[in-house]
């Protein structure tokens, strides 16, 4: 394993820990061009990191999770991601995924530039939170990323949680969308060295902790702009060089 790879698992470590999420963006780009990584194995990778990451969260947070949410949101998303992971991953060419993927990872920058404004109506909506599960759902069994920075606010406007409890319960619904993705790629035969998967999980781990002790020193509108901007680039680039 290259210093490299070292360095960017341990970006992708501080991108969890300053942004709550955004890791893939980076994991999967650099594994799939850089490692020269099938895109199974680069998608498999990611959802063991995502899976281990927001798995730990959603324990520690466990008490203000809002589990009705989480269940609603899980038996819509967790059928789309065996499905997806099942049938569209193995069919689905790696460029066409990694398109996807560049457009996804354009979408969170905007949402990012753009900020989520919640609704006063109190009223939830049962289509939106299953068209949101759904699409989130696929996302993730296709090209191994979580979608959270979609699901919070989902669950914000048509579920009607207030945005902090949202971003936390989105983290249980990230876990359960990527541990089902996991077994799915897994009971296909992907497969990848274990040794590289502790040594990155452990990398990785080394960034969230300095990417706690760094988000203390930087405004968080100042780390929202960086990250828009990071990933306007990736996007592009994902996208014109498949």
């Known amino acids: 394993m290259t210093p490299l790879a070292l360095i960017v698992f341990v970006l992708v470590g501080m991108a969890l820990s300053l942004f709550g ?6 994991l999967i780009p650099y594994m799939k061009t850089g490692l020269s990584m099938p895109m199974d194995q680069a998608a498999l990778l990611s959802l063991i990191t995502i899976g281990v990451n927001t798995s730990l969260q959603s324990v520690l ?5 809002q589990w009705k949410a989480v269940t609603v949101f899980s038996f819509i998303a ?18 066409v995924r990694m398109i996807c993927f560049g457009v996804f990872t354009l979408s969170v920058a905007a949402l990012i530039s753009f900020p989520f404004k919640a609704r006063d109506e109190s009223k939830k909506s049962l289509t939106g939170v ?9 996302l993730c069994g296709l090209v191994g990323v979580g979608g959270g920075i979609f699901i919070a606010p989902a669950l914000n406007l048509f579920y009607r949680i207030p945005i902090k409890e949202a971003v936390k319960s989105s983290l249980a619904i990230v876990a359960v969308q990527s541990i089902t993705a996991l077994l799915t790629y897994l009971s296909r035969g992907v497969r990848v060295p274990l040794t590289f998967a502790l040594v990155m999980l452990v990398m990785v781990g080394i960034g ?11 405004q968080e509108r100042q780390l929202k702009q960086a990250f828009a901007f990071f990933l306007i ?9 498949p």
């Open 21 to 26: 999420g955004g890791g893939a963006i980076i």
């Open 61 to 65: 947070d466990r008490d203000t999770i």
């Open 78 to 95: 967790f059928p789309a991601t065996v499905l997806s992971g099942h049938y569209l991953a193995p069919v689905v060419p790696d460029p």
């Open 130 to 138: 299953s068209f949101s599960a759904a699409a989130t759902g696929v």
């Open 208 to 218: 969230v902790i300095g990417g706690r002790r760094l988000k203390g020193l930087i």
């Open 233 to 241: 680039g990736i996007g592009f680039w994902v996208i014109f060089r």
